[in-house]
């Protein structure tokens, strides 16, 4: 009798648990993603299978060397990535066309804000404001964001999931928004390369002026230039 009680006991027990076993995957399944879950993740390099580097240029000011840059990696049959600012783009929407016509080209927000502390709002519209300005101007949407500063929040991520944009940081900065220096950009641009790299600029004199001798160093090392598309795997739609 005893042994008959304990064995009741003992299915009673696997019952239950097998039941709130049941319950808790059907929640699992149910429950609505955190923001940590269904956000993007930044890509900090890009496909390492073969020699190829991308050129980052983050472009809010400069107006006057950006079109510099681009002589320059046409003449060397080179490209790069050029992130634009949507108050930038609203300014310069030539050099927009141009960009978009022969190199590629990524979202950077519209004012050059502070992300990490924008609510899900306000990234959105930093976001899709300077989107839809380089969609006017060229007809093509961008899917790929570069965050100023490098600020990311939860918010951010989000809103770069539900938007469909992946996020772009760097594997090397040549810092040269700080050190007017074109030795030191050239230095950082080219020291310890790897494929995949990711190496950020801006439109400055001193990088405008080292950009030469960049391209030529990459390419006695095997390395020839690649989109941060192209590295990541998207296109342009």
Not at 139 to 159: C, D, I, R, T, Y
Not at 197 to 221: S, V
């Amino acid at each position: 009798m005893i042994g008959m009680k304990k064995y009741t006991v003992f299915v009673h027990v696997v019952s239950n648990l097998v039941i709130i076993a049941l319950l808790f995957g059907l929640y699992l399944a149910c429950a609505p993603r955190s923001n940590a879950v269904s956000a993007s993740a930044p890509i900090y390099k890009g496909n390492a299978d073969e020699k190829r580097v991308a050129l980052m240029i983050n472009v809010y000011e400069g107006t006057e060397y950006v079109e510099g840059m681009m002589d320059v990696l046409d003449r060397f049959g080179e490209t790069a990535t050029f992130f634009v600012g949507g108050v930038w783009a609203e300014k310069n929407v030539e050099l927009v066309k141009r960009i978009r016509l022969s190199f590629d080209i990524g979202n950077h927000g519209y004012l050059h804000k502070d992300h990490a502390a924008l609510s899900y709002a306000q990234n959105k519209a930093e976001i899709e404001l300077c989107d839809k300005l380089v969609y006017a101007a060229t007809g093509k949407k961008m899917n790929l964001f570069a965050p100023p500063s490098g600020s990311m929040g939860e918010e951010m991520k989000k809103v770069c999931s539900d938007l469909g944009y992946k996020i772009i940081m760097w594997s090397k900065d040549t810092i040269d928004w700080r050190d007017k220096d074109e030795d030191k950009v050239y230095l950082r641009a080219t020291t310890d390369v790897k494929s995949g790299d990711f190496i950020l600029m801006h439109p400055t004199a001193h990088t405008l002026r080292a950009l030469p001798e960049i391209l030529r160093t990459l390419r006695q090392n095997g390395f020839v230039t690649a989109t941060v598309s192209e590295l990541v795997g998207v296109r342009l739609v």
